[in-house]
């Protein structure tokens, strides 16, 4: 026994809370209740007689047959008169009954009526437990009254009736009911809590939880006799055992959601009989009166006992393989309500045989409260907030780990950036340094070129120029004695080669000149233009267009010289007096297209100049192009740039 009971200490600690917790609220509750003002008719001194139907108008004579009330009526009875005795010199004024617990009724002072309560001449449903019947009394009030009752075909309770004026009622329903209000305003709450942590977080737990809160609170609020002064309606008192089996299905989902893999098969099934029998529930209690009081007292009791049984072995084994603060909290807070819940089946349902041997030999269930039931529920509904507080406390706390990890992660992903954005930056900068490197050995490089196709020019036209020039002076001393006329005309000769001399070195002057300057590539194509029409006695017509900005000095140097070289070329090799010229942007590339009406090109090796040309458009991505026009030639330089125009 000490071996048990130290292996289930917290177990018993959390019952032992959960009573003293509920005993406390309870009593401080119930400690409100009082009855001041008002006074229980006792059923000793009742007396009853056969009735035929609702519709009698006045109450049998005093001499007929007469017999006392035991509590109940035969149920072979379906209508009956009660005469119930008043108490003498109350000395009240305005005095009422209160009567609980009977349905259709008529009530009577001798053959006077105050009070038709026939709902079934209205098609009413309603709870006889939770609608009562204020009857007003004449002042004085009488010995007695006539009460013609409709007999409970299920064997309902016997009728309950307090005497006081009505000042006197109200105030002992208000402090009644105040624990049923609070009760339903927390479990009420509590539901919407439930929604929004599911709104939040989509676990079915949630929404269970919920629907379980929501039946518990509606049933407390509408298990009270106080609503009745706001809303004097039947029907939500009527529909409150509808919420019994939907909180056992709701039940049977937290245990899935809490518990998985117990007993998963039975639990689903039953799910979905209790889902049915709900559903069943709900639509016979509005339109099939005989078939809601059937399937609430007599199908629900026996598949409510089965249903927390299976649970019950569910939460068990879940305990016994877990032993954690979730499978403790839901067992402690199961047993309470397990407990409550068959006190309240066997006390109110009707099951035949057994309810009645209940009420003779254990009397003290009915002196016990009457909304015990809401109680029970409160406190399983607290050791589901406590389970839930565990879960959402573990999960906050595993959220603040994988936080703290993440920033772990974080910072060391930063660092790790940070490590290779400094590298990045070195490597950068060394590439800078290699890039400028680069560009300077290429400007190096480009300015040796250079050198080397002027020396070239030099050679090729200056040079061949001089030869040229010396020859025809020989020629011209020879003859001058001779054939003078022949003579001067060789000296004419020499003069013009001397003069194109002159004018080739020029323009290897002022390309020197242009490399060490900023390019200025219109102005500079214009002053050529302008020196060969005058040296050449040629005419040149152009059209420049806008230029990429982003044009460097390789891409403007190769343009100019290329054009430079195809005038030299066409006036030179083709004996061109007529130029066009076409500069601007095609595409993503500057396009030079020159033409002239010269001797028709036949298509050769390139000289120095338009080779070196070549070399260079293809370094740059470009290409340069020497073709046959109608009649001269056409040479055209196409050097990509990608670049937006100025």
């Known amino acids: 026994m000490n071996g048990f009971l130290r292996a289930h200490v917290p177990l018993i600690r959390t019952l032992a809370l959960l009573a003293a917790l509920l005993f406390a609220v309870g009593w401080g509750l119930t400690s409100l209740e009082k009855k001041d003002g008002t006074v229980t008719l006792p059923d000793d001194g009742w007396e009853w007689h056969p009735a035929d139907s609702l519709e009698e108008a006045a109450p049998p004579p005093t001499g007929s047959d007469w017999s006392s009330f035991s509590g109940t009526v035969d149920r072979t009875y379906r209508y009956y008169w009660l005469r119930v005795p008043l108490p003498e010199e109350s000395g009240l004024e305005n005095p009422y009954l209160w009567i609980i617990n009977v349905g259709s009724m008529k009530a009577f002072d001798e053959d006077r009526l105050l009070l038709d309560a026939n709902f079934m001449k209205k098609g009413v ?14 002042s ?18 016997s009728p309950w009736i307090d005497y006081g004026n009505k000042s006197a009622h109200v105030n002992r329903i208000l402090h009644e009911d105040m624990d049923n209000i609070v009760l339903g305003g927390m479990l009420l709450f509590s539901c919407l809590i439930s929604l929004g942590l599911y709104a939040s977080h989509r676990d079915k737990l949630y929404a269970y939880f919920a629907l379980l809160a929501f039946a518990g609170g509606y049933a407390s609020l509408v298990r009270n006799h106080l609503l009745q002064f706001f809303w004097n309606s039947p029907w939500p008192a009527y529909l409150q ?35 049915v029998l709900s559903i069943a529930m709900t639509i016979s209690a509005a339109f099939f009166f005989d078939v809601y009081g059937f399937l609430g007292e007599m199908v629900y009791p026996p598949a409510f006992l089965f249903v927390f049984c299976i649970v019950f ?8 393989r877990r032993k954690d603060v979730e499978s403790v909290w839901v067992l402690a807070g199961f047993i309470l309500l397990l407990a409550i819940a068959l006190i309240h089946i066997l006390r109110f349902a ?23 039931l809401f109680w029970g529920l409160f406190g399983f509904v607290i050791c589901l907030i406590r389970v839930i507080m565990y879960r959402y406390t573990a999960m906050n706390r595993q959220l603040t780990e994988w936080n703290r990890s993440l920033e772990q992660v974080v910072q060391n992903r930063t ?25 300077e050995a290429l400007a190096e490089t480009i300015i040796l070129e250079e050198q080397h196709r002027i020396t070239g020019t030099i050679h090729d036209a200056v040079g061949h120029t001089l030869t040229e020039t010396i020859v025809q002076l020989e020629a011209a001393k020879r003859l001058l004695h001779r054939d003078r006329t022949l003579a001067e005309s060789k000296l004419e000769a020499s003069q013009s080669l001397v003069r194109r001399g002159l004018a080739d070195i020029r323009q290897s002057v002022r390309l020197l000149k242009e490399d060490t300057e900023h390019y200025d590539l219109p102005g500079a194509v214009g002053a050529l233009i302008r020196e060969t029409e005058k040296e050449a006695l040629c005419s040149i017509e152009c059209k420049i267009g806008k230029l990429p900005e982003s044009m460097s000095i390789l891409h403007k140097r190769i343009v100019f010289q290329t054009l430079q070289e195809g005038l030299a070329n066409g006036i030179r090799h083709g004996q061109a007096r007529f ?4 500069l601007g942007v095609s595409g993503d590339c500057v396009k030079l297209r020159l033409s002239n009406d010269g001797l028709t090109y036949v298509p050769s090796d390139f000289g120095f100049g338009l080779e070196e040309m070549t070399d260079r458009a293809a370094r740059l991505g470009g290409l340069l192009k020497v073709e ?15 670049s937006p125009v100025l």
């Open 628 to 642: 046959p026009g109608t009649p001269g030639c056409v040479i055209t330089l196409s050097l990509p740039v990608g």
């Open 241 to 275: 055992d509808v919420c019994m089996p939907w909180a056992t299905f709701a039940t049977l989902g937290i245990m899935a959601s809490l518990f998985p893999g117990h007993l998963t098969l039975a639990n689903r099934i039953l799910r979905v009989f209790m889902l």
């Open 415 to 439: 660092h790790e950036l940070k490590e290779r954005n400094e590298q990045l930056e070195i490597t950068h900068e060394r590439l800078a340094a290699t890039i400028r490197e680069t560009s």
């Open 350 to 372: 009707w099951l035949p045989g057994i309810t009645d041997w209940l009420r003779a030999h254990i009397a003290w269930i009915n002196s016990l409260p009457f909304d015990l």
């Open 140 to 157: 004085p009030a009488p010995k007695q009254v006539y009460l013609l009752l409709r007999n409970s075909v299920s064997g309902g309770v």
């Open 125 to 138: 449903r309603l709870s006889a437990s939770f609608h009562w019947k204020l009857v007003p009394l004449p």
């Open 313 to 320: 072995i569910s939460i068990f084994a879940a305990y016994k």
């Open 579 to 582: 130029f066009q010229l076409s």
